[in-house]
C-alpha cells in the first residue's frame, strides 16, 4: 500500500508530505483546492503521462515520490534486479524537468518511465472518471470481461497465432499479380541481371581503376621523375652515380679502420646509407618497370569506369550495392518462376495456421461464455449492494464479422447490457445508464475486477458523479468493504463517502506572500465535523448541521463495527 506521497513543487503545491493509512483514506476541498493535483502526483509517481506545466511557476523542476509498503512477490521486480529494502518498502520517484525530460528512480536506482508505469500500475489503480467512458466504449468491455476471467494470457496465445495467419495471407497476397504483370517483370529482372552479370563487378574495382587512371594520366611526368632518380643513383657510362661513390668511401674509410675505432664506425655508417641506396635503386627500377603500358591501356581504364558509372546510377551507388542488387534480382525472379508452387505451399500453410487459431479461438469464446456469467452475478450482486437490486446485466458475445471471422481478440464481440427497471428489455449500458448509475456500475466493475489483481491500492477520483442520497450511502458503504481488503483513497464531495472514511484528508487552498499555496491536513473528529458540516449544507454551517455530521460519523462507525462483526462471525 500506499504509505508516504511527498510532493514538491506539483501546480499549487510547494510542499507536502501526505501519510495515507491502511483501509479507507479520503480527501475532501473546495472545487479548485487542489484535490486533482494530489490524484495528478500519484499518477506522476506510477509512470501516467504528465505534462510539465504540472511543474510550480517559478521552479526549476518537480518532485514526486510515494513510498510503498507490504509489496507483494512480483516477478517484474527479479526480472528488472529491483529488490524492497530491509523493511520491504518500495520507494518511487520522479522529477519533473521544464524540457519534458524525466528523472525515475525505484529505490534509488534510475529506471525509465516505462520501467516505473510497469511496476507502479502493479502497485496502485487509478480508477477516474475517464474510465466511466471507457465503459461506454464497447471496444473495452471484450477487455473487461477477459481481465475478469483470467483469459488473458490464454487471448496472447491466439494472437500469435493470429498474427502468422496475417503474415501468411500476406505472403500470398503479394504473389497474386496476372499473367501479363507477371512476364513484364520477369523480362524486367531477366534484363538486369544480364546487364549486371556482364559487367562481372567485383568489390573495390572503381576504386583500383580510379587510382591506376590517374598514373596512367600523368606517366610521362612520373617516368621522367623516377629515371632522373635512378640515374642520380646508379650514373651512366660517363658518370658515377651515388651510390659507386658511398662504395669508395666505404672503402677508403675501410683502409684506415685499424688505425682508429670512431673511423671504423663511419665505414660501417658508410656501408649502411650504401645498402640503402642499393635498395633505393632495385625499388626505382621496380616502379620503372611498373609504369610502362601499352598505348590503349588508358583507354580501356577509361571505358571500364564508364560502365560501372552507368550502372551506379540505375543499380547502387558502390560495387557492394550493385551485387546486393544482383541478388535480389535473381532471388525475385526465382520466387516469380516459382510462384504457382510457394503459392500452393503457402496455402496450404494457412489452411493449417487457420485451423490451429480457429481452435484457439473456439476455446476463447467458451470461455468467455463461462465468465460471463461468472461476470453478470458477480456484478448484479454488487450492484444490489450498491441499492440497484433490479438492474440485470449481461456481456452479451456475438461472432466476429468479416472474410475471417477473427480478429487480434478471437472470434468475438463482447457488449455490456443492462435494464435499469422491471420489465425492459437489455440494452447497451451506454443508452440505459445513467450519471449515477454508471458511476455505480463502474464502481461494482472496479471491484469485481480487483478481486483478481495484486494490486494493493486503489485510487477513486470523482467517483461520485452524478450519486447523491440513498445511492450515495450505498457507495460509501462499498468503498469501505472494499478497504477492508486493500487500501483505498478517495476524492470526494459527498459527505456520506467522506464519513465513511478511516482516515481524513482536507485539501484546502491559501495565500502567502502574493502566492497561492495548497495544503494538505490530516483531520480529527472536531474538524471532520465541521468538513461534513461544509460538504453538507457549504459556507452555511449550523450547529444543526454538525450535528448531523456527529451523527453521520457516529453512523458510520456502527457501520463499520458491524461489519467487522460479520467478517469475524464467518471466519
Known amino acids: 500500500m500506499l504509505t508516504l506521497l511527498h510532493i514538491e513543487n506539483i501546480a499549487l503545491i510547494e510542499s507536502a508530505d501526505i501519510r495515507f493509512a491502511p483501509g479507507f ?31 510550480r511557476t517559478g521552479a526549476r523542476s518537480a518532485l514526486v515520490s510515494g513510498t510503498f509498503s507490504g509489496v507483494p512477490t512480483l516477478p ?27 528523472v525515475c528512480r525505484i529505490n534509488g536506482r534510475p529506471v525509465t518511465v516505462a520501467q516505473l508505469r510497469e511496476l507502479g500500475h502493479q ?43 496475417q503474415e501468411t495471407r500476406r505472403a500470398i497476397q503479394a504473389l497474386e499479380m496476372d499473367e ?9 529482372l531477366t534484363y538486369q541481371i544480364g546487364e549486371l552479370e556482364r559487367a562481372q563487378l567485383r568489390p573495390g574495382e572503381e576504386a583500383e581503376l580510379s587510382a591506376r587512371r590517374n598514373i596512367l594520366r600523368n606517366a610521362g611526368r612520373l617516368m621522367e621523375a623516377v629515371a632522373e632518380a635512378a640515374y642520380a643513383i646508379n650514373g651512366d657510362e660517363d658518370r658515377d652515380g651515388a651510390a659507386a661513390g658511398l662504395a669508395v668511401a666505404e672503402q677508403a674509410l675501410r683502409g684506415v679502420a685499424r688505425v682508429e675505432d670512431r673511423v ?64 535480389n534480382c535473381r532471388a525475385e525472379l ?75 481478440k478471437g472470434a468475438d464481440r463482447v457488449l455490456f447490457l443492462m435494464s435499469a427497471n422491471v420489465g425492459e428489455d437489455l440494452k447497451p449500458v451506454q443508452k440505459v445508464a445513467s450519471g449515477g448509475e454508471l458511476a455505480r456500475i463502474m464502481l461494482a466493475m472496479k471491484n469485481v475486477l480487483a478481486e483478481n489483481d495484486q494490486v494493493g491500492t486503489m485510487v477513486f477520483d470523482e467517483v461520485d458523479t452524478g450519486v447523491s442520497g440513498r445511492a450515495a450511502q450505498k457507495v460509501a458503504e462499498k468503498l469501505a468493504q472494499v478497504a477492508r481488503a486493500k487500501q483505498v483513497l478517495c476524492v470526494t464531495h459527498l459527505p456520506q463517502i467522506a464519513a465513511m472514511a478511516d482516515v481524513h484528508f482536507s485539501v484546502e487552498k491559501g495565500e502567502r506572500d502574493g502566492r497561492t499555496y495548497t495544503r494538505v491536513e490530516g483531520l480529527d473528529r472536531e ?13 452555511r454551517v449550523t450547529d444543526a448541521t454538525r450535528q448531523a455530521a456527529g451523527e453521520l460519523l457516529d453512523g458510520a462507525e456502527r457501520f463499520k463495527a458491524e461489519r467487522g462483526k460479520r467478517r469475524s462471525h464467518k471466519s
Open 25 to 55: 483514506n479520503v480527501l475532501t476541498g473546495e472545487t479548485g483546492a487542489g484535490k486533482s493535483i494530489v490524484v495528478d502526483s500519484i499518477g506522476a509517481v506510477i509512470g501516467d503521462r504528465t505534462s510539465r506545466d504540472l511543474i
Open 76 to 102: 517484474w521486480l527479479a526480472e528488472n534486479g529491483v529488490a524492497p529494502d530491509e523493511e520491504g518498502c518500495l520507494l518511487l520517484q520522479r522529477e519533473l524537468q521544464p524540457d519534458g525530460k524525466n
Open 123 to 165: 502497485l496502485l489503480n487509478i480508477h477516474g472518471q475517464h474510465e466511466g467512458q471507457q465503459l461506454l466504449d464497447e471496444s473495452c468491455h471484450i477487455d473487461y470481461l477477459d481481465s475478469f476471467g483470467g483469459l488473458l494470457p490464454r487471448r496472447a496465445a491466439f494472437l500469435e497465432k493470429f498474427r502468422a495467419v
Open 180 to 188: 501479363a504483370e507477371k512476364q513484364r517483370r520477369m523480362d524486367t
Open 264 to 327: 671504423a664506425e663511419l665505414a660501417d655508417k658508410a656501408a649502411q646509407v650504401r645498402f640503402a641506396a642499393d635498395e633505393l635503386a632495385g625499388l626505382l627500377q621496380d616502379l620503372r618497370d611498373e609504369f610502362e603500358f601499352s598505348p590503349d591501356e588508358l583507354d580501356r581504364v577509361e571505358s571500364r569506369l564508364d560502365v560501372i558509372y552507368r550502372l551506379k546510377k540505375k543499380y547502387g551507388s558502390t560495387e557492394e550495392e550493385m551485387l546486393d542488387f544482383l541478388e
Open 334 to 408: 526465382e520466387q516469380i518462376q516459382d510462384s504457382d508452387d510457394t503459392r500452393l505451399r503457402l496455402e496450404r500453410k494457412l489452411r493449417e495456421q487457420l485451423e490451429e487459431a480457429r481452435a484457439l479461438a473456439a476455446g476463447l469464446t467458451q470461455a468467455r461464455k463461462e465468465a460471463a456469467l461468472g461476470l453478470k452475478k458477480r456484478i448484479e450482486e454488487e450492484l444490489t449492494q450498491l441499492d440497484m437490486p433490479r438492474v440485470r446485466f449481461e456481456a452479451q458475445i456475438a461472432p466476429v464479422e468479416g472474410e475471417l471471422e477473427l480478429d487480434e
Open 527 to 539: 474538524h471532520r465535523m465541521a468538513e461534513l458540516a461544509r460538504l453538507t449544507s457549504g459556507d
